[in-house]
């Protein structure tokens, strides 16, 4: 698997482009900065976003060539995010470390990620639905797998995030424009919610 995305941002371009996801960008303009944690972060597009707006960044991802564009980015904006080359089971905070979670089309969710966010913490989420294999379809540059159980569903979620207050979870289609992988007409899904703790 790191293999692949390390192909994938091996290019010059970014994948994703440099701007920040939409939704993430709403909700995180709502909340007081603190720190917050960007898993499966890519080539930086949304840790680069948010240390611009005061946030005390750190993200990680297996793929090299992603730290590297994630760090170039950062020197272009001037601003200082903490980026490690690692997977999930690797991280080393301690518990309730971030204010917040955001996670922008992850792989399949690591429940043991809650383990680092705060009681009261929030969660931003969105990635692509089960619905997304109808779009990819008729535009292969839509964007998400090929893999139906990549792919999300509303109760799923419930599931996944049922120690949250849920302040906002639904799904919707909506016209992406990030990069060349995430181009055109899909369908995700979106949540924010307070963590309530255990």
């Given amino acids: 698997m790191d293999s692949f995305f390390d192909e994938i941002y091996a290019h010059d371009e970014y994948a994703y482009g440099k701007k920040p996801n939409e939704y993430l960008k709403k909700q995180l ?8 944690l960007f898993p499966a972060e890519g080539e930086g597009r949304n840790a680069v ?4 707006l005061g946030w005390d960044v750190h993200c990680f991802d297996i793929s090299k060539n992603a730290y590297k564009k994630a760090m170039k980015l950062a020197e272009e904006e001037d ?4 980026y490690e080359v690692c997977d999930v089971d690797q991280l080393t905070y301690p518990k309730g470390s971030f204010d917040v979670i955001a ?8 429940k043991q990620l809650i383990y680092f966010l705060k ?5 931003i989420f969105e990635s692509f639905s089960k619905r997304q294999l109808e779009y990819n379809s008729v535009n292969k540059f839509a964007g998400g797998p090929d893999d139906i159980n990549q792919l999300y569903s509303i109760q799923e979620l419930k599931e996944d995030f049922k120690d949250f207050r849920i ?6 289609e909506v016209f992406l424009q990030e990069g060349i992988y995430h181009n055109g007409t899909g369908s995700v899904i979106r949540f924010l919610g307070e963590y309530a703790g255990k």
């Fill in 29 to 36: 303009m709502k909340l007081k900065p603190g720190k917050i």
């Fill in 49 to 52: 976003f948010a240390a611009k």
């Fill in 79 to 82: 601003v200082n995010i903490k």
């Fill in 103 to 110: 996670l922008i089309f992850p792989p399949k969710i690591q």
């Fill in 119 to 123: 009681t009261k913490g929030f969660l």
């Fill in 167 to 172: 302040t906002e979870l639904r799904e919707e």
